[in-house]
T-cell receptor, first 120, second 117 residues
């Protein structure tokens, strides 16, 4: 069974600085997808960035980038130039691998989350 | 607005009661996934429907059931409610629900917060 681990319950960063949120995963399947979501205090889950296991380059979306180290099974989220509005819970997630018959149904398994606080 | 609509936003009820949570997926999305978020369990997958058919089941209690209707909206029924069922229940939708290999992002609704007293 696959597993997602976020070891940092909470992180603090100064406004305008960069911060890295850690995520490690465990899977025996060569084909997988990794996602990061943001959950602000209002509660909604907001998709940030996606990395496929076969993608050659690290994913980037604006101020978000994914430091994908396949051999180490890590997919850390890097937020550059932090803003006060970045204060939220951040979740790393992995898509279920294909089942027997070769199809994945797309379900995500989430890590425990990291609470990021941005200080002015 | 994510395009995924969940109702009600908040619900307070008593132990032993039954509630129904409703989800309308984004236009064009065929898959609906239900998740439960509680402080002690985190985000737990409950069940997945694709185009009206159940595709995967997670840690869903026997007291809970779900279905997806021909118009693709979904309902999650929670019965014989216990204090421990208090949680934020999310519905998420995606375009695909089988043969998924690319990004296939799950788009989440705002959630239904259930409080059982």
């Amino acid at each position: 069974a696959q597993k997602i681990t976020q070891t940092q319950p909470g992180m603090f960063v100064q406004e305008k600085e960069a911060v890295t949120l850690d995520c490690t995963y465990d899977t025996s399947d060569p084909s997988y997808g990794l996602f990061w979501y943001k959950q602000p205090s209002s509660g909604e889950m907001i998709f940030l960035i996606y990395q496929g296991s076969y993608d050659q380059q690290n994913a980037t979306e604006g101020r978000y980038s994914l430091n994908f180290q396949k051999a180490r099974k890590s997919a850390n989220l890097v937020i550059s130039a932090s803003q006060l509005g970045d204060s939220a819970m951040y979740f790393c997630a992995m898509r279920d691998p294909p089942r027997a018959g070769g199809t994945s149904y797309g379900k995500l398994t989430f890590g425990q989350g990291t609470i990021l606080t941005v200080h002015p | 607005d994510s395009g995924v609509t969940q109702t009600p936003k908040h619900l307070i009820t008593a132990t032993g009661q039954r509630v129904t949570l409703r989800c309308s997926p984004r236009s064009g999305d065929l898959s609906v996934y239900w998740y439960q978020q509680s402080l002690d369990q985190g985000l737990q997958f409950l069940i997945h429907y694709y185009n009206g058919e159940e595709r995967a089941k997670g840690n869903i209690l026997e007291r809970f059931s779900a279905q997806q209707f021909p118009d693709l909206h979904s309902e999650l029924n929670l019965s014989s409610l216990e204090l421990g069922d208090s949680a934020l229940y999310f519905c998420a939708s995606s375009a695909l629900g089988q043969g998924v290999s690319g990004a296939n992002v799950l788009t989440f609704g705002a959630g239904s917060r259930l409080t059982v007293l």
